[in-house]
């Protein structure tokens, strides 16, 4: 049925057993033994190939409802619904074939993750996404952040105001939402700065996550060649 697949993103079958609409009482034998290969097929067609995981609020690491978009499989159905996570647990799950895909979280009020060439073959590959909120600030504590330069090459400066001293804590994490810096420091009441040196690491997407007492800033910045 095209609307359960549209709609539901569920894939129903109607598998005709037989010549007749009623078959004899003697036949389900005959039609079990004829249809089990393909009930089993779908069965395992469950654990894949394929793509499941979690999106999680990067701040509070709490499940979000988020749309997961395939764009090699998404951009060409027109009438399809966005196939979303559920939002008790964050889980998600599409079934796809063999092949490299990019793969979309979208979420209103956050920052879009982009995962590009994710390889699926032949079983269920686990993605977990964290998503930045798009606040840039939250409080008096943080004036808004400047980055200069962004995109940048080896190393990129955070600037800000403080209106107190405060312990300033900035954390970076790359495209999946994975930890890959953190620092430490006391500073003053006035304007601040911190850089970030990012010789060593890979080009691509990175959020920051500026931490002052209570307050927390995030935002996207770009390394590139």
Known sequence: DCWMRAKNGSLEFVIETGPEFFPPDSAPLQIAVANVEGGLYLLDRVFGPGITGHVFDANTYQPILAEIRVVEVDSTQLYVEPRKNDSIFGRFF??????????????????????????????LKYLTFN?????????????PIKIYPNPFTNSTTLKYELQQPELVTLSIYNHLGQLVY?????QPQGKQQLIWNAEGYADG??????????????????KVR
């Open 94 to 123: 599409r079934l796809l074939n063999n092949g490299v895909y990019t793969v979309e979280v979208i979420a209103e009020g956050y920052d879009t993750i982009r995962l590009e060439n994710v390889v699926v073959d032949d079983t």
């Open 182 to 186: 953190q620092t430490q420091v006391n």
């Open 205 to 222: 997407v990175y959020y920051y996550r500026l931490q002052v007492g209570d307050a927390v800033a995030n935002g996207k910045m770009v």
């Open 131 to 143: 998503l930045v909120s798009l606040d840039e600030y939250v409080n008096n504590y943080i004036v």
